[in-house]
């Protein structure tokens, strides 16, 4: 088996040898390996933001049950939660998760950590502070549901955009937006690219098939790995992990 570097090399060879566009291949080459530098990277943050945003969930949840099933809350146990959550403010901010420009949940959460332990105290208060957590966990619940952007689509829009644009848009929209900028400008150039090479190639394999001479023959094996290929099958194992 090639490793993933060989594979493209040899998907490299294999389109020059149909007479391909070697240019158009550079220019997707090099935004490929950006896109391979900075993916685990946007994997990492969206991993990690997803995680923070449900430990905060947690966090809610266990508060509105104290709220909502004990006769007396646990002060202390309350103030831990409420530690918890200031220390995880705009810790979670993502764009696909909770936007830095959520207005509602932002200012939902500010107001659970104004009110605070001192709202336990105040009846009309602590039913303030119960009506706020509930809130957020409906905020938490629709933007824990909301779906999860491809990663290396997301890696790619980060090579042109930015969170600001996508901040302006509702959910679906940035989806939308990064879903078609990597369709049409990352896989659909290279997917032309390896139609066109694999069309080549079959064009030229009688020719060479049955070829004895040495340069003949070694066309024939650079030309080989489009032989009955697929352009989609071949991107998926260029890109492989």
């Known amino acids: ?25 550079r220019s997707w080459q090099k935004m490929y390996d950006k896109l391979k530098k ?8 969206y991993r990690r933001c997803r995680e923070q945003t449900k430990r905060v969930q947690e966090d809610a949840q266990l508060m509105e049950h104290m709220l909502t099933t004990a006769q007396s809350v646990d002060g202390k146990e309350f103030g831990r939660l409420l530690k918890d959550l200031r220390q995880m403010q705009n810790s979670f901010d993502h764009e696909f998760l909770v936007s830095k420009e959520d207005q509602e949940f932002h200012s939902t ?33 629709e933007n824990l549901e909301k779906e999860e952007p491809e990663i290396a689509a997301l890696t790619f829009y980060y090579q042109f955009g930015s ?13 939308s937006k990064i ?36 340069g003949s023959r070694k066309k ?9 290929a697929h352009p989609e099958h071949i991107l998926e194992q260029m890109m492989e992990e």
């Open 179 to 214: 879903t078609y900028l990597y369709e049409c400008e990352f896989r659909r150039p290279i997917l032309q690219l390896l139609e066109s090479g694999i069309s080549g190639a079959g064009e030229q394999k009688h020719t060479y098939e049955t070829a004895t001479d040495r």
């Open 109 to 141: 959460y500010d107001t659970i950590l104004r009110l605070g332990t001192k709202a336990l105290n105040a009846p009309d208060q602590k039913l303030l502070l119960q009506s706020e957590i509930e809130n957020l966990l409906a905020l938490l619940k």
């Open 163 to 175: 969170d600001q644009e996508l901040a302006q848009l509702p959910p679906a929209e940035k989806l």
């Open 38 to 45: 900075k993916k685990s990277e946007q994997e990492d943050r």
């Open 1 to 25: 088996m090639f490793g993933r570097n060989d594979f493209i090399e040899n998907i490299k060879d294999a389109l020059a040898a149909a007479g391909c566009d070697m240019g158009a291949f």
């Open 220 to 228: 024939y094996e650079t030309l080989q790995i489009f032989f009955g």
